[in-house]
């Protein structure tokens, strides 16, 4: 439609960006005396909580030869807006290389985009769910700003993404009555202030 074809895989660096963030967190279990009896790396995937949910609902008996590790965490994209307060000049250009060789490229400014994210944390009991939010939240405040080179080809370097933790919700679930299996779920949404290139 617009007569060129490019991609430079942003959406699925930011992706990455993000889950990157969050897969070394290790939660140690104590006992009474506050020795640690077990560590355990606290798994993270893509895709809705909700799909990890039912999965371990429908293996409940656990005989099957799949189950699922609690705790773990999930994450998604929720929402890509543009966002107009970053706008820069339509007519600006970009340049890299040198023009003697031959090698000049020229790239329109970036459109900003903010992409929110989920990350559910998902536990079945409290003081896990507690241990990994208290390694998130104090990293955010509420911005942690993250670097990346998007556009080797371009040579930008590496450019400043401000990611902003946005709110923080907590919830318990059970299967059927109180007696049953409980999930303590965690949500976390955040903001990444993103650019997207043009060709």
């Not at 005989?63 to 970053?86: H, K, N, W």
């Not at 955010?140 to 902003?164: C, D, H, K, Q, R």
Request: hydrophobic share 40%.
């Amino acid at each position: 439609m617009l007569g060129k074809t490019w991609y430079f895989g942003l959406i699925r660096k930011y992706v990455t960006i993000f889950g990157t963030l969050f897969n070394d967190i290790v939660i140690n279990r104590v006992d009474l005396d506050n020795n640690t009896t077990k560590t355990i790396k606290v798994p993270i995937a893509y895709g809705p909580k909700e799909r990890y949910l039912t999965r371990q609902i429908q293996n409940e008996d656990l005989l099957r030869p799949v189950s699922l590790v609690y705790p773990r965490m999930a994450f998604e994209i929720v929402d890509i807006r543009y966002d107009s307060d970053r706008k820069l000049s339509s007519i600006g250009k970009c340049t890299t290389g040198s023009s003697n060789n031959g090698n000049l490229h020229v790239q329109n400014n970036p459109v900003p985009y903010n992409i929110s994210f989920r990350l559910s944390i998902i536990a079945r009991n409290s003081d896990d769910a507690l241990r990994i939010v208290e390694q998130i939240i104090p990293y955010f405040t509420p911005i942690l700003n993250v670097s990346a080179n998007l556009i080797p080809e371009m040579n930008y370097g590496n450019i400043t993404l401000p990611l902003v933790l946005t709110s923080v919700n907590q919830e318990e679930l059970y299967e059927g009555d109180f007696a049953s299996k409980e999930y303590v779920i965690w949500t976390l949404e955040f903001t990444l202030k993103g650019f997207l290139y043009g060709p």
